[in-house]
Nanobody, 129 residues
């Protein structure tokens, strides 16, 4: 069992920044790829970014590339999503989650919510114009 707790959401103006944190605990969490997703009401959960267990493999969705930065510090069991140049369309509930080991091995489905197993409760990000 793995537990994830997100924090750092809030209200920010267009062009501003926020730093989301995901504190992870549980058995062998450091061996897991961690992803960030976001969801707005009425829409499917959207993959934003992921980072491999050793931090060497990182990818971003086209919507956030060049604005968001993902990182992890296994020493403090935290995965961070630095969000810059925020836009109204970034408004959503943001979730972190652990990738199922099978998909990590296959190297596929890394932006699909169905590929992830354990989820945090989410943190709200609101960007005002």
């Amino acid at each position: 069992q793995v537990q994830l707790v997100e924090s750092g959401g809030g209200l920010v103006q267009v062009g501003g920044s926020l730093r989301l944190s995901c504190v992870v605990s549980g058995r062998d969490w450091e061996d897991l790829t961690i992803g960030w997703f976001r969801q707005v009401p009425g829409k499917e959960r959207e993959g934003v970014s992921y980072i491999s267990s050793n931090g060497r493999h990182i990818e971003y969705s086209a919507a956030v590339e060049d604005r968001f930065i993902i990182s992890r510090d296994n020493g403090i069991a935290t995965v961070t999503l630095q969000m810059n140049k925020l836009q109204p369309e970034d408004t959503a509930v943001y979730y972190c989650a652990t990738l199922k080991p099978l998909f990590a091995k296959l190297g596929m489905g890394l932006f699909a919510a169905s590929s992830y197993e354990y989820w945090g409760q989410g943190t709200q990000v609101t960007v005002s114009a």
